[in-house]
């Protein structure tokens, strides 16, 4: 079977209500169709995701792109996640075993195994090595880039912004401008919104977080137009590698009628 034919055949649990439904419900006639298959619900790579498709959801909603996405996690984990970052619970199906993750082969992280721990504690062990790059390809050049900034990805923060991260005190978007300006990312300004990610997930790590076997499970994005045709595709390969072009990760969509962040700001 093809993607497209597994995805609208798989049922999942929606968020909004609890309903076992296809995932492509109610989608299946709208010009193009975004499906993103997020990991666990509390994982840094499926809250940046979100706040890139909050801040465009107008876009999206005008390119008549349907959204759905299914994360690993259970109802409550969907709830939480959707109330932090405002990810439409109607659009958001949980997966508590990850099963269409493998049966889409998506890259399931490091997988070494320690004798006598249990899947979680490996699980845990193996998410570690990977935040330091072992198994994961690019995702400590991506931390880097959080700190330093990026020329070519849109300003984050908005001026009259207040960021509360944890245990910085709280920040006003304009104070970024003593590190470099304004109108792009500036220097710290992503790790701040990644600090802030860190807090909410640490503080509700349980709801987050009910199965730690799957910590180390990656997603994809998929977009398909209204005959069901792959009109694009991202398999994930490492922690903070959600996107081909992680200063716009949206951007895939350009040639498709929906503008990127930076030719707005151009």
């Known amino acids: ?3 497209y034919t597994i995805l609208s055949q798989t049922k999942c649990q929606r968020v909004s209500d609890g309903a076992v439904l296809p995932i492509l419900s109610g989608c299946e006639s709208s010009p193009r169709q975004l499906v993103l298959l997020l990991p666990q619900l509390g994982d840094f790579d499926s809250l940046e995701y979100a706040w890139w498709l909050r801040r465009d959801a107008d876009k999206l909603q005008a390119q008549e792109i349907a959204l759905r996405a299914v994360g690993i ?8 996640f959707c109330s932090y970052t405002g990810f439409p619970a109607e659009c958001l199906f949980v997966d508590p075993t990850a099963q269409l993750h493998e049966k889409l082969n998506l890259y399931p ?3 070494l195994k320690v004798p006598g721990l249990s899947a979680g504690v490996n699980a845990g062990l193996n998410l570690m090595l990977m935040c330091a790059g072992v ?7 991506e931390v880097w880039r959080g700190y330093k900034g990026d020329a070519r990805a849109p300003q984050l923060i908005g001026d009259e912004e207040i960021v509360q991260a944890p245990p910085l005190p709280p920040l006003k978007g304009s104070f970024f401008r003593w590190a470099g300006g304004k109108g792009f ?9 990644r600090l802030r990610n860190m807090a909410e997930v640490l503080s509700n790590w349980k709801t987050y977080v ?3 076997a799957y910590l180390t499970q990656r ?3 998929f977009l398909f137009n209204e005959q069901g045709e792959l009109l694009y595709e991202h398999r994930d390969r490492a922690i903070l590698g959600f996107a081909a072009n992680l200063s716009n990760p949206l951007s895939f969509l350009s040639p498709f009628g929906m503008r990127s962040a930076c030719s707005d700001r151009a």
Do not use: C, K, Y
């Open 135 to 141: 198994g994961s390809p690019g995702t400590l050049a």
């Open 73 to 80: 996690g259970d109802r409550t984990s969907g709830q939480r």
């Open 109 to 111: 992280g490091l997988s």
């Open 219 to 221: 997603g994809a994005t």
């Open 185 to 193: 990312q500036r220097p710290f300004e992503l790790a701040t919104l």
């Open 1 to 3: 079977m093809n993607i």
């Open 210 to 212: 009910p199965n730690p």
